[in-house]
């Protein structure tokens, strides 16, 4: 999946190849994201969430890692029960399309760099996701 994100955002030419890069970049955040945990590690997105509290105004809301992931999860839900937004007024999301990708590949990326994987199971993967992986490039 982070391969097909890469490859949908670097030969992006409409902004459905954005949308597909967060969709599957964000897929990958959600399955990378619980083993690092499990690991001990700490996602992009919590780090950053760290770093809001840490900086927000004394009586201000924590910051939710889940902020951090609003677009992608907008792309996959309609409505809100908690906060009362019905499905039909949720159909509308204001976004800059390439940037929310590049940061979901870039939070996906930095997550699945940290996992300990086993030596077998990491020679089974392509050379073009290590590749990837090993690149110190960015996308935003």
């Known amino acids: 999946m982070f391969v097909e994100a890469h490859e949908r955002y670097s030969s992006a030419t409409r902004d459905i190849d954005y949308i597909v890069s967060i969709v599957l970049s964000g897929a990958v955040v959600g399955i990378v994201s619980p083993l690092l945990k499990e690991q001990g590690g700490h996602t992009a997105h919590s780090l950053l969430a760290r ?3 840490l900086i927000a105004e004394p009586g201000e809301s924590p910051t939710h890692e889940g902020v951090f992931r609003a677009t992608y999860n907008a792309f996959k839900h309609a409505g809100d029960d908690r906060r009362k ?5 949720d159909l509308e999301i204001q976004t800059e ?4 990708a ?3 590949l870039d939070a996906a990326k930095d997550d699945f760099r940290q996992i300990k994987v086993l030596p077998d199971v990491k020679n089974g993967l392509s050379q073009q996701f290590i ?3 090993e690149s110190d490039d960015g996308y935003a």
């Open 97 to 100: 399309l390439k940037r929310e």
């Open 102 to 104: 590049a940061h979901m």
């Open 85 to 89: 937004i019905s499905p039909s007024s």
């Open 51 to 53: 770093i809001g509290n």
């Open 131 to 133: 590749g990837l992986l």
